[in-house]
T-cell receptor
Framework: DAGVIQSPRHEVTEMGQEVTLRCKPISGHNSLFWYRQTMMRGLELLIYFNNNVPIDDSGMPEDRFSAKMPNASFSTLKIQPSEPRDSAVYFC?????????????FGEGSRLTVL | AQRVTQPEKLLSVFKGAPVELKCNYSYSGSPELFWYVQYSRQRLQLLLRHISRESIKGFTADLNKGETSFHLKKPFAQEEDSAMYYCALTRNYKLTFGKGTLLTVNP
């Protein structure tokens, strides 16, 4: 397995544009997480899906952010409209719910720069 | 609310020296704690978990409930240990990370 796959790896866009980040979790994993990493705030959980259903989106900063998981092998995180303060590295991670080890498997991240 | 504090953003040691990365937590129940590591140009990955009481790459971490700490230790640091280290706490599904400590091991 190639692990969690994210795209794009890098995105540079202008303020006001729509940004879509994509994630393919590890096959067989039924939990998916989106995290945002910044220098100031570290790693913050944005949203958590279990069996494709959003369980906790309390970390989503505002209505400009939305996330979907239409099937077990694909998820998107969308920012519309984007703002410079959204610049960060966005990580997707997956795990097997109920795994007592609690291990998350991370993608390589999508580095977003909003000018 | 659960919280993880890593007081040091940066830590620099020489090769062969002992290293301790500090982690304190606040949590009302019985915590499950982890250390994750991110080497340069690699994915964030699990290093060790307290429940396993294991030693990985020479690192150990002991949960001290009295001091609410889960410090990561290694008696003799190696250059390849240079990385970003994150302490994390989980309750059910939610993994809460500290802000991380960048460890640099100098030759």
């Amino acid at each position: 397995d190639a692990g969690v796959i994210q795209s794009p790896r890098h995105e540079v866009t202008e303020m006001g544009q729509e940004v879509t980040l994509r994630c393919k979790p590890i096959s067989g994993h039924n939990s998916l997480f989106w995290y945002r990493q910044t220098m100031m705030r570290g790693l913050e959980l944005l949203i958590y899906f279990n069996n494709n259903v959003p369980i906790d989106d309390s970390g989503m900063p505002e209505d400009r952010f939305s996330a979907k998981m239409p099937n077990a092998s694909f998820s998107t995180l969308k920012i519309q409209p984007s703002e410079p303060r959204d610049s960060a590295v966005y990580f997707c991670a997956s795990s097997l719910a109920g795994d007592v080890t609690g291990e998350l498997f991370f993608g390589e991240g999508s580095r977003l720069t909003v000018l | 609310a659960q919280r993880v504090t890593q007081p040091e953003k940066l830590l620099s040691v020489f090769k062969g020296a002992p290293v301790e990365l500090k982690c304190n937590y606040s949590y009302s129940g019985s915590p499950e704690l982890f250390w994750y590591v991110q080497y340069s140009r690699q994915r964030l990955q699990l290093l060790l978990r307290h429940i396993s009481r294991e030693s990985i790459k020479g690192f150990t971490a002991d949960l001290n409930k009295g001091e609410t700490s889960f410090h990561l230790k290694k008696p003799f640091a190696q250059e390849e240990d240079s990385a970003m280290y994150y302490c994390a706490l989980t309750r059910n599904y939610k993994l809460t990370f500290g802000k991380g400590t960048l460890l640099t091991v100098n030759p």
